[in-house]
């Protein structure tokens, strides 16, 4: 398990040693450590896809295939699949367009939602020039609906920001930074969130967004079993809670 301090970055390219949870001849299961891309961005920095091919490459397969299915925020770790043929590929982006990829995230959010358990929609708009999303009412185009469900597990009262919640998220819909904007929308922003929780916002130093994607399950592109993964996040402020 990759660690680091939440008030700096948790990796050096250096000591980037994955994590693979599951591997066979059609996906590898993987831990995505926070800060690393999921994909190659105009950082250049290295990303999931380079870093599995690598991998791949140290296991003697001289053209290795890497397909990326889900996405994660670079900011967000937690639980990957990748595929390794085309096909199964196209097989696990059929079932993630029919809604048969399952996948659930934690986050500590600031202060404690009204409701134990919430079925959140709504309209998102991406602003591609500040690279963010918002809220925006019926109408608006280019906009697209986003819907999650969340239930609060604990809360807590942290001597430095007060009440924090853990909540669990069902995650329905795939949509540009859709948890954080739905969840600072709806008034508990997620704890380290720089783009949209005003208390991180305004912070002087930099702080490792408390969102993770903590479970996922499939239909197995080759043999049709169903598969579940779960991974936990064990540094601050997940691990001031007791699930």
Known sequence: MIQGSPWLP????????LNIIYEDKSVIVVQKPQQVPSQADKTGDKDMITLL????????????YVGIIQRLDRPVGGIMVFTKTKRDTSILSKQLEDKKIKKHYLAVVCGVPTQKHEKLVNLLWKNERLNMS???????NNAKEAILEY???ETINDEEFGELSLIRIDLQTGRH???????SHAGFPV??????NQIFLKGKTWSQIALWAEDLSFDHPFTGER??????????????FEF
């Open 10 to 17: 948790c990796f050096e390219e250096k000591d980037m040693d």
């Open 53 to 64: 091919t690598e991998y791949l490459v140290t296991k003697q397969i001289k053209k290795p």
């Open 134 to 140: 918002k809220v925006v009412c019926k109408g608006t």
């Open 151 to 153: 239930d609060v597990l």
């Open 177 to 183: 930074h859709q948890i954080r904007v739905q969840l």
């Open 191 to 196: 704890w380290g969130d720089t783009k949209y």
């Open 227 to 240: 598969c579940h993964y779960k991974l936990k996040p064990k540094e601050y402020p997940f691990s001031s």
